[in-house]
């Protein structure tokens, strides 16, 4: 395993739309998760896309801690996810601050569905559906943005809620 080259905002990787994964179980798509769940955690991210790490393939990995939501769905164990697909659930939506590995050291503050259903493949071919909510719907939504070249800044409805992480602390509340 190895830690991957983050792409940063302004490269051209991110701003195209990723192809779909034709076997997912293949030896260098096994090989590139493995690499890519290395670089998310060593990194400090709660997700990451294959573009982010200059590969424009549909793969993403993610984990959403506990919120506080007794359903469960507000939560998510490391998970891998080929080709994923996202169908928004009902019409809510809520603000929530976002970071990214390829934008570092800002926050902005980003609106997006509460309740989601996404579905895919994991590495080995496996199907995955799930039903998500609050921070686990954010995460997926951020991560799934890569697939289609969208960087959360381009998400933000307000760029002056586009913030400095060492600002951060001063301003925002607390997050768990």
Not at 25 to 30: D, G, L, Q, S
Request: glycine share 10%; proline share 7%.
């Amino acid at each position: 395993m190895a830690i991957l080259k983050i792409a940063r905002m302004g490269h051209p990787v991110l701003a195209g739309i990723a192809k779909p994964v034709a076997d997912p179980a293949t030896p260098e798509i096994r090989r590139l998760v493995a690499d890519m769940l290395e670089t998310m955690i060593d990194a400090g991210g709660a997700g990451l896309a294959a573009p982010q790490v200059h590969v424009p393939l549909r793969v993403v990995v993610f984990q959403a801690p506990a919120e506080g939501d007794d359903s469960g769905s507000d939560t998510a164990p490391l998970t891998v996810l080929i080709n994923p697909e996202i169908a928004v659930i009902g019409e809510e939506r809520e603000a929530g601050w976002e970071g990214c590995l390829s934008v570092p050291g800002l926050r902005g503050l980003v609106e997006r569905p509460s309740h989601i259903r996404y579905r895919g493949v994991d590495h080995e071919g496996h199907g995955i559906e799930r039903v998500a909510k609050g921070f686990h719907a954010r995460v997926v939504c951020h991560e799934c943005d890569h697939l289609d070249g969208v960087l959360y800044p381009q998400r933000m409805a307000d760029l002056k809620q586009l913030i400095f992480e060492t600002e951060a602390h001063h301003w925002l509340p607390r997050q768990g």
